[in-house]
């Protein structure tokens, strides 16, 4: 499999084998319009469950139990409390999270006690905690402050790193894009929003902007001469790169994805509810979407923006004429493209390469 | 240079558990080893809390919490607003309300002073001491008048230091006559408590109890050093308008060498402290003073000296600019009555804290484990330099981590382990860029240590430019955030620094070692760094001996030329030299390529033809 796997990179590489990824940009962003309206539309209607971070309330979690009956749970409680309605889920092989509305203290160690008497553990088993309504408004205030200065500074550093603005705004729609989509995906899977989650989304952030800068410099180190030759167009080069970054996105991204899917796998299956599942369910989605974005989206937009500015339009046209007039209409586009970007002496360039005898008509 | 930053780091670990307190196993926060944490909002109902209020706030919950003995609390503030309050293990109820307790502060009429606690040896009279207590000078604005000695010099010009003479006076019973009426309020039950105070008592300095607002009350100041018998409130702190410190004021106008704090009162405190001082001026020390009660201690007890009638009062002493600023800024707390509203308050038990941690460990290994398995099927033998570059990022990452918990108090949560976690991949995704921009090298017909000196030219940049784009959403999350995400960030960006350190320290320098072997340099086909797997141009060359090869493959070369064992014959398999096909191999490979066309493929094609 590595084998086939390592041929089909160099293939990629060398542009044997090539997708046109830039040219059918209008499918990607299709997909990517469904994907965004979709999360909309989920973001919407199930909407996000509010984790008793921003509800508030009080939790206790009964660790060290033996008998994970809800009923029992709910029945201690409404002894104490009689009109809660207490959530109750299971947490981990032997643990039980009890969610209610916002109960005094007297209630609540009341509650506690009530609790490890019933599953019969020690008093310190019991994990009680309590949320004020306006925490949770503060996180996420924090977290929108925190997104907007990181948006700011983003673009500037990706501005004058790239020294082009298109790359920063590319860059930009794709992180909105991940942003947007492993949000409805939250959404969809309905696990309670919590300040963990919180922590993921924001991450993906970073690690979004991470996965574009990767596949950016390619294609900027591949484009940064393509106004002085007439072989390729913009788009053309820019294809190349992210087809020779292909095989690094997916090492990349399989990679990151190993370590979040690991604590994602133990957090949903062996913990249950909890900051570990929280942060890596947000994380697994967006370096998923992160990696078709920063490949399908993100290069593809960067240089439809490209094509919009005069010089490159112009060079555009030149090659394209230039190729029309030298009697190769219609020929594959993409032989041309397919080429790695350093020339390799002795290997033939095709016809048109060669110097041309001028006639004379005698 | 890695070697000293890792001895560096341990180093100081070593010595530190050696010299301090430092530990070999980083210390873990609430959420990992149980406890329980309060998250505080200080509320006032007069105006918002300043910064510096919350300052104060923080320093009389600290002092709270020191003095009710319970050992490694931390108090620490998050975010614009919010106190954070961690206390280890199960602390008793009292503690929590304790901590939870508003804040006041009152001024008292002085009753009584004595030594905070039975000296153990009888010369550590209090006469010894005012050279280290300030003397403070009352005077108010602008006519300047008479000196007032705080209490370390009062208790010691004070003969016999308990000086309270309660006359049982047969008019205690109709009632007092003034708050510094000493007959009405020294009862004989408040005379047995002042004496039995002990300042020194653990939890005697707590506070936190304001005590009842129309009785004497009996208390110690903020070090311990004295305790005092107090007359009911006279003047609450609300009353204070503004409290600053400065440098004296001179009766001519100019501006003396003595640092002092200026009280201003309300309009209310006005009327009320010209009255006090009134009476209080009459009075003989140390029943002249009046006590600053700042969360049920006193912070300062300046004599009077003269009739403040306009309500600007100045307090002069033995104040250094620190002291009288943090006197301003206690008196400006104190005219804030705060109230703590709970945020948030979660106890978490040891057992529920173990297992996560345990868990978040086994989901960490996990992943070290696919990640180690990946790289080895993607980069064969090359996986040992990511393994080790792994291993060496791991170890500098547990001892910085070490190293901060025992200089900064640093302490790892569950957020923290995951943002570890998930360094992993992302400390291995820069081998990766930098792998990868070899095998393009390579690709293009280099030798190993020509692709590795160009593709590190190139990868260095992308490393660094996405590692900055990481940190920098590291730094920002830690900056603007509360709670368990600023672990997770702290994590995030350390490991993002230490990526940076071992790509540029370890993993590049062993790159360039290894590529002087004959297994990896050769291009072994287990080295994850063979030319002809990587479908590296073969040309003609010099095999020694007078032999001149031309390799069959090429960029157009025969299909599945992909074998993992060499082509016999080939003893250098690093391409050097230059050379094309020649016209019959090119055709060939036209053919080739065209065969190839027609038959069915696995893989997706190219997609050739019109865009």
Redesign the interface.
């Known amino acids: 499999?590595?084998?086939?796997?390592?041929?089909?990179?160099?293939?990629l590489?060398?542009g044997?084998?090539?997708?046109?990824i830039v040219?059918?940009r209008r499918l990607w962003f299709t997909i990517s319009a469904v994907l965004v309206v979709l999360s909309g539309i989920l973001l919407v209607k199930p909407g996000l469950n509010p984790g008793i971070?921003f509800r508030g309330g009080s939790e206790f979690?009964v660790?060290?139990i033996t008998d994970r009956s809800q009923q029992l749970a709910i029945d201690t409680v409404q002894s104490i409390a009689p009109d809660e309605a207490p959530k109750v889920s299971d947490l981990?092989a032997n643990?039980l999270r009890i969610q209610t509305s916002e109960l005094d203290r007297a209630e609540s160690e009341e509650v506690a006690a009530a609790l490890a008497d019933a599953f019969q553990v020690a008093p310190?088993?019991?994990?009680?905690?309590?949320?004020?309504p306006?925490?949770g408004a503060?996180?996420s205030q924090?977290?929108i402050?925190?997104i907007v200065?990181?948006l700011l500074?983003?673009t500037v550093?990706m501005t004058l790193?790239f020294r082009n603005w298109r790359f920063a705004l590319a860059a930009l729609i794709a992180l909105f894009h991940d942003l947007l989509i492993t949000v409805g995906v939250y959404a969809a899977v309905g696990w309670e929003v919590t300040?963990?989650t919180?922590?993921g989304f924001?991450?993906i952030?970073?690690?979004s902007?991470?996965d574009t800068?990767?596949v950016f410099?390619k294609v900027r180190?591949n484009t940064a001469d393509v106004l002085d030759q007439s072989r390729h167009t913009y788009a053309e080069r820019a294809n190349l790169a992210v087809n020779?970054?292909l095989?690094?996105s997916i090492?990349?991204s399989?990679?990151?994805?190993?370590?979040?899917?690991?604590?994602l796998?133990?957090?949903a299956f062996?913990?249950g509810a909890?900051?570990?599942r929280d942060?890596?369910l947000a994380?697994f989605v967006g370096m998923l979407v992160g990696t078709f974005s920063s490949i399908f989206l993100a290069t593809p937009l960067e240089v439809w923006l490209r094509e919009r500015e005069p010089k490159v339009a112009a060079h555009t046209a030149k090659v394209l004429r230039a190729r029309r007039s030298s009697g190769e209409e219609?020929a594959?586009?993409?032989?041309h493209a397919?080429t790695?970007g350093?020339t390799?002496?002795?290997?033939?360039q095709g016809t048109a390469a060669q110097p041309r005898r001028r006639r004379t008509k005698r | 240079m890695l070697l000293g930053i890792v001895l560096t780091v341990f180093g100081s670990v070593f010595v530190g558990t050696k010299v301090s307190n430092a530990s070999w196993t980083p210390g873990l926060a609430l959420?990992l080893e149980g406890g329980t944490q309060l998250?505080l909002?200080p509320v006032s109902s007069a105006g918002t809390p300043t910064s510096e209020d919350i300052n104060q706030a923080i320093s009389v919950i600290r002092q709270r919490v020191d003095a009710s003995g319970v050992s490694e609390a931390e108090i620490s503030r998050q975010?614009q607003r919010?106190i954070v309050v961690s206390l280890p293990g199960?602390p008793s109820q009292e503690t929590l309300d304790l901590v939870r307790k508003s804040s006041q502060m009152d001024f008292r009429p002085v009753l009584a002073v004595d030594v905070g606690s039975p000296a153990p040896e009888p010369t550590a009279t209090p006469t010894d001491s005012p050279t280290d207590t300030p003397t403070e000078e009352a005077t108010p604005e602008p006519s300047a008048s008479a000196s007032a000695t705080a209490d370390g010099s009062v208790a010691g010009t004070v003969p016999g230091a308990t000086t309270p003479t309660p006359e049982p006076s047969p008019s205690a019973s109709s009632g007092a006559q003034s708050p510094s009426d000493a007959a009405y309020y020294l009862t004989p039950e408040v005379q047995q408590q002042f004496e039995d105070l002990d300042c020194s008592a653990e939890g005697a300095l707590a506070g936190g109890e304001p005590g009842a607002a129309d009785k004497a009350f009996v208390t110690c100041d903020t070090d311990g050093v004295y305790k005092y018998a107090l007359g009911p409130i006279e003047i609450p702190g609300t009353q204070i308008d503004s409290a600053t410190s400065g440098l004296q004021v001179l009766p001519n106008g100019g501006v003396g060498t003595e640092w002092v704090v200026n009280i201003k009162f309300t309009n209310a405190g006005t009327t009320t402290f010209a009255k006090t001082t009134e009476r209080l001026l009459a009075q003989q020390p140390p029943q002249n003073q009046f006590a600053m009660v700042l969360d049920g201690l006193v912070i300062s007890a300046p004599q009077v000296n003269t009739v403040i009638p306009n309500g600007q009062a100045e307090i002069s002493g033995d104040f250094t600019q620190a002291t009288a600023a943090t006197l301003a800024q206690q008196l400006n707390f104190g005219s804030l009555p705060l109230t703590f509203?709970?945020?948030?308050?979660?106890?978490?038990?040891?057992?529920?804290g173990s297992?996560?941690l345990q868990?978040?460990l086994?989901?960490?290994l996990?992943?070290?484990v696919?990640?180690v398995i990946?790289?080895f099927?993607?980069y064969?033998a090359l996986a040992i330099l990511t393994v080790g570059s792994l291993v060496v990022a791991g170890v500098l990452t547990y001892g910085v981590i070490a190293l901060l918990s025992w200089t900064q108090g640093y302490r790892l949560s569950?957020?923290g382990v995951?943002g570890l976690?998930?360094a992993?991949?992302?400390t291995?995704?820069s081998f990766?860029?930098y792998f990868?921009r070899i095998?393009?090298e390579l690709?293009?017909?280099r030798t190993l240590p020509a692709a590795v000196e160009r593709g590190w030219d190139?990868a260095r940049?992308?490393i660094l430019?996405?590692d900055?784009?990481?940190l920098?959403?590291?730094v920002?999350?830690y900056a603007?955030?509360?709670?368990?995400?600023r672990g997770?960030?702290f994590t995030?960006g350390l490991t993002t620094v230490i990526d940076v350190i071992v790509v540029f320290l370890f993993t590049h320098p062993m790159m360039e070692i290894i590529a002087r072997t004959r297994f990896w340099g050769g291009g072994h086909p287990l080295s994850g760094l063979d030319p002809r797997?990587?479908?590296a141009?073969e040309r003609t060359r010099y095999v020694g001996r007078g032999k001149v090869v031309t390799g069959p493959r090429s960029?157009?070369g025969p299909e599945d030329a992909?074998e993992?064992e060499p082509v016999t014959d080939r003893k250098v398999p690093t391409p050097v030299g230059?050379?094309?096909?020649t016209i019959a191999e090119?055709r060939a490979a036209e053919r080739a390529a065209a065969r190839r066309a027609d038959a069915p493929t696995d893989?997706?094609?190219?997609?050739?033809?019109?865009?």
Not at chain 1, 332 to 335: E, M, W
Not at chain 2, 480 to 485: E, I, K, N, P, Q
């Open positions: 499999m590595a084998a086939g796997f390592a041929q089909w990179g160099n293939d590489y060398t044997r084998r090539s997708y046109d040219g059918r971070e979690v660790s060290g981990g643990s310190n088993q019991v994990t009680t905690q309590f949320i004020g306006t925490w503060d996180v924090k977290a402050t925190g200065v990181f500074f983003v550093v790193y300040p963990s919180v922590i924001l991450t952030l970073g690690y902007i991470y800068v990767v410099d180190e020779q970054t095989v690094r090492n990349t399989v990679v990151a994805l190993l370590p979040v899917g690991a604590i796998f133990v957090g062996v913990l909890g900051t570990l942060i890596s994380l219609g594959p586009v993409l032989a397919a790695v350093a390799v002496p002795g290997s033939h | 959420d998250i909002t975010g919010n199960t509203q709970v945020e948030s308050e979660q106890r978490v038990s040891a057992t529920l297992e996560q868990a978040g086994v989901a960490g996990i992943g070290l696919l990640v990946y790289s099927l993607q064969r569950l957020p995951a976690i998930i992993i991949g992302i291995a995704d990766i860029v990868e095998r393009d690709r293009d017909g190139r940049r992308t430019a996405s900055a784009v990481n920098l959403a590291a920002v999350l603007l955030s509360v709670g368990g995400v997770f960030a995030l797997r990587l479908g141009p960029t157009a992909v993992d230059t050379g094309g096909m090119r893989a997706p094609q190219t997609t050739e033809g019109n865009d």
